[in-house]
């Protein structure tokens, strides 16, 4: 199975895991449909935390409207009167008035919370260092944790225009929304990997190959959006290791040798010569026979004229640093 590392810009999303038979017209739904999904359950549990501390939905011709106004006006919630929490409700007022403030007691609010934060593992970014696969029937399983926590509480149901009801039945309105930038369509979904877009007239075995233990990281885009900027060669955190190694093996060495040894190894350190792991070679035993002048420097510029003693030896994550950095060697 090809191992599908889904993200969206720079940020990961989740695991996913294909045969390299999958028509890439299957493939791009599926993950479109994972990556909604997953959407929609932390739209959900975002409205489910308010539903535990200020109850439903305002209807809407009440929303943002003062306790005199409503009196002036003559409105009446009359869903929030059916709309009860088992055990009974406990006035929080909402602020912003979108809810009615009678919320659920302590007990009832401690069930819809712990199974937000369920729901919230299950289809969290994390499991992508974790190593966890996330698929459809994940997220739905998710969803029905959650509805099943709503329905314990609110056993009477939710009003028709509450928006945690509306998710539910697929009814929700995103218009105007910072959540609708975020939805794909699937037939507006394009796959991307290293800067090719997958195209779905075509198997993911053209692209990847036949090996079905490949890894790759693929991004999701909206048709129209152009190609997703390429991954760094290193990630941020493997480049803040390698400086402070950088830093503190400079420092070791100026007080190991002096400031005048240091300054000589520099200009005699070739790195195409030096055994991996090894320390620097001095230019006259350089198989490219040729002498190094000025001042070396970290710089993929210099070809193999790359001060060795600061990174012999380096690993990171079971990688020696040439593997890192192949664009330093010629």
């Not at 790359?306 to 990688?319: E, I, N, T, Y």
Request: glycine share 10%; aromatic share 6%.
């Amino acid at each position: 199975m090809v191992v599908l590392h889904v993200k969206r810009g720079d940020e990961s999303q989740f695991l996913l895991q294909a045969p390299g038979s999958t028509e890439l017209e299957e493939l791009t739904a599926q993950v479109t449909r994972v990556y909604n999904g997953r959407l929609k359950v932390h739209r959900l549990c975002t409205e489910i935390e308010e539903l535990a501390e200020h109850g439903v939905f305002l209807p809407p011709n009440m929303q943002g409207l003062t306790d005199e106004q409503i009196e002036e006006l003559k409105l009446k919630d009359e869903w929030g009167e059916k709309c009860v929490p088992s055990g009974g409700s406990v006035f929080t007022k909402d602020d912003i008035g979108r809810r009615n403030g009678h919320a659920p007691n302590e007990k009832m609010k401690q069930v819809l919370k712990k199974t937000v934060e369920e729901a919230k593992a299950m289809v969290s970014k994390k499991q992508v260092e974790a190593g966890v696969f996330v698929t459809m029937e994940m997220v739905k399983d998710a969803l029905d944790q959650l509805r099943g926590a709503v329905m314990i509480v609110y056993p009477m149901g939710l009003p028709p225009y509450d928006p945690i009801r509306m998710e539910f039945e697929n009814k929700e309105d995103l218009s105007g929304t910072q959540a609708a930038l975020e939805v794909i369509q699937e037939s507006e979904a394009q796959l991307w990997w290293a800067a090719k877009e997958l195209r779905r007239t075509k198997k993911l075995s053209d692209y990847v190959g036949k090996n079905e233990k490949t890894k790759i990281i693929v991004k999701i885009q909206q048709r129209g959006q152009g190609a997703p900027a390429r991954e760094p060669l290193i990630s941020s955190e493997e480049h803040k290791q390698l400086m402070l190694f950088y830093h503190r093996r400079q420092e070791e060495l100026k007080v190991a040798i002096g400031q005048q040894g240091w300054q000589q190894i520099w200009a005699t350190s070739c790195i195409r010569c030096s055994p991996t792991g090894g320390g620097p070679v001095p230019s006259s035993l350089c198989s490219a026979g040729e002498g190094l002048s000025g001042s070396p420097r970290l710089s993929p510029a210099l070809g193999h004229r790359v001060g060795v003693p600061l990174l012999a030896g380096f690993r990171l994550g079971g990688r020696k640093w040439p593997e890192l950095f192949p664009q330093v060697l010629p």
